[in-house]
């Protein structure tokens, strides 16, 4: 018989079906390391694939809607009034007073139904966390916080909270919070400078007397002892507190939606910012002045 010739099929001829298999499952396993080309050669992978796309850093907001403050003695207004008494009024974070002119007054157009005061007179950073839970149920859009100070004003220096048992709380109430209020914004104040304190205070005589009461021992008591373990004394709660500044600034600055502000610690105050009651803490016009530095601090534009 006559032998038929197949049609001439140059490219399977020469591969053959087993081989087009072979090419484009080579093809198929090779994806992640490179592109096959039309060919069933690779071409460089460079520009064949676009980056994924880098997250955007959370947006710092100068208007919240919002304000919870935490705090001690100074937050709500202790000894600005009245002797011995709160009187948030005159806060100068949530107060209602228009002479202090407070943050909330300034940022939040609703400040009566939209700003809540929990901070509380003698507070340690170790009360913290049992604020920030009062403060997770209102969903503030800005926390404020000013505490640190009862935590050096002790009885005497040996008895301050020690620097690393003070970092451990407020990390840990930075990590509670941002798991409570995700979303939420923090502004974080410098403990204030306890020295100048007691530099300012020191100079009215009623003012020595109401601090034999047992106002911040560690600091004050003695305040016209001038010898050199005095001044050692004084210098060692200086340092405790700007230690205790430093971790402040160290957690919140891990804190994308967290702004420290070091100017609390730094501002030159004088008596007259000073309560009439105890020349300690802040009268009317130094929670105004704490109020303007927060406002300045919070409101700058986002770098």
């Known amino acids: 018989m006559t032998r038929i010739d197949r049609p001439f099929r140059p490219w399977r001829s020469r ?11 080579a093809c198929a396993l090779l994806t992640a390391l490179t592109a096959c080309s039309a060919d069933g050669g690779s071409a460089s992978r460079s520009g064949a694939s676009a980056k994924r796309p880098a997250k955007r850093a959370p947006v710092w907001r100068t208007d919240p809607g919002s304000i919870a403050a935490l705090g001690d003695s100074i937050t709500v207004g202790f000894d600005a009034c009245t002797v011995l008494s709160d009187c948030p009024e005159v806060s100068w974070a949530t107060g209602t007073d228009p002479k202090v002119d407070s943050l909330a007054r300034r940022l939040v157009a609703h400040p009566a ?12 950073m170790s009360d913290l966390p049992d604020q920030i839970a009062a403060a997770a149920d209102r969903k503030p859009e800005l926390v404020t916080i000013l505490i640190g100070a009862n935590d050096a004003c002790r009885h005497d220096v040996g008895t301050m909270t020690p620097k690393a048992a003070f970092r451990t709380d407020f990390a840990r109430s930075m990590t509670y919070l941002r798991r409570a209020l995700p979303h939420t914004q923090v502004y974080v104040a410098a403990v204030p400078d306890l020295l100048r304190l007691w530099s300012e205070g020191r100079k ?12 911040c021992g560690s600091m004050l008591r003695d305040p016209d002892d001038l010898t050199k373990a005095a001044q050692d004394r004084r210098a060692k709660v200086r340092d405790r507190v700007q230690a205790y500044n430093a971790a402040l600034a160290e957690v919140c600055g891990k804190d994308p939606l967290c702004r420290f502000d070091g100017s609390v610690f730094d501002y030159r105050f004088t008596g007259r910012q ?19 530095l927060a406002f300045r601090a919070i409101t700058r534009p986002q770098r």
């Open 204 to 215: 009215n005589p009623l003012g020595k007397q109401v601090w034999k009461l047992g106002i």
């Open 274 to 292: 000073l309560s009439t009651w105890d020349w300690f803490h802040p009268g009317a016009g130094g929670q105004k002045e704490l109020a303007e």
């Open 113 to 124: 139904t939209h700003s809540w005061n929990f901070a509380k007179t003698g507070a340690l």
């Open 15 to 25: 591969f053959g079906l087993r081989s087009v298999r072979t090419v484009a499952t």
